[in-house]
């Protein structure tokens, strides 16, 4: 699973940040951090968007509070790069990239 879990990391960071990148070169907006108005006014643009937002931001809330768990369990050291991978990049990087770190903990302990 490790594999396939560093696979899914790799797209997870890719598949979004695509359309981020052409959103980037289009609008000036850096990675959607350099003008953060702009950004969150079109997050929340409608009720739809914002019912995926709010949803994305539990899930990313939650996510924190699990990795944080896993990391002390498995004593993974690298979890504050996965949070700053999650804030930059997304969520769809940083889960995937937490499962792999805690796969290849639990390969190194049978090892």
Do not use: C
């Amino acid at each position: 699973m490790k594999t396939v879990y560093l696979i899914l990391t790799i797209l997870g960071i890719i598949a979004p940040n695509v359309l981020v990148i052409q959103e980037s070169i289009e609008s000036g907006n850096i990675m959607l951090w350099l003008h953060l108005n702009d950004t969150f006014q079109a997050m929340f643009a409608n009720r739809i968007s914002s019912i995926f937002m709010i949803d994305l931001l539990f899930a990313v809330l939650v996510f924190m509070i699990w990795s944080y768990q896993k990391g002390k369990q498995y004593q993974i050291k690298q979890v504050g790069w996965v949070w700053v991978a999650t804030m930059l990049l997304g969520l769809a990087g940083g889960f995937p990239m937490m499962l792999y770190l805690i796969e290849k903990k639990k390969e190194e302990a049978i090892v």
